[in-house]
């Protein structure tokens, strides 16, 4: 069972930065492969990023890519995703996921475990 509690979120201004972290616990967090989806008003929740469990491959949603940057520490039992350049379309319910699926998972019904999520809003 692993419990994941994101932080970081809040209102930022277009073109401004945001670093989220997701905090897991327990002592298998390295097992997990770990994923960033985000939920606007009125859409389905989307694929953001996602990382191996030895953060040695990353991808990320087209929309995303170049912007954002998925990582982690596993000795922290921590997973990040900085996002620059941020754009009202990122406005969102950032969430982070869990899944013991070796490999990039995409979907969410890969994963097993689910945050809270945390708000982020941008303005233009």
């Known amino acids: 069972q692993v419990q994941l509690v994101e932080s970081g979120g809040g209102l930022v201004q277009a073109g401004d930065s945001l670093r989220l972290s997701c905090a897991a616990s327990?002592?298998?967090?390295?097992?997990?492969?770990m994923g960033w989806f985000r939920q606007a008003p009125g859409k389905e929740r989307e694929f953001v990023a996602a990382?191996?469990?030895?953060?040695?491959?990353?991808y990320y949603a087209d929309s995303v890519e170049g912007r954002f940057t998925i990582s982690r520490d596993n000795a922290k039992n921590t997973v990040y995703l900085q996002m620059n350049n941020l754009t009202p379309e990122d406005t969102a319910i950032y969430y982070c996921?869990?899944?013991?699926?070796?490999?990039?998972?995409?979907?969410?019904?890969?994963?097993?475990?689910w945050g809270q999520g945390t708000q982020v809003t941008v303005s233009s």
């Open positions: 327990g002592r298998t967090f390295s097992s997990y492969a």
């Open positions: 990382i191996t469990q030895d953060g040695g491959s990353t």
């Open positions: 996921a869990g899944t013991s699926y070796v490999g990039i998972a995409y979907g969410p019904d890969e994963y097993d475990y």
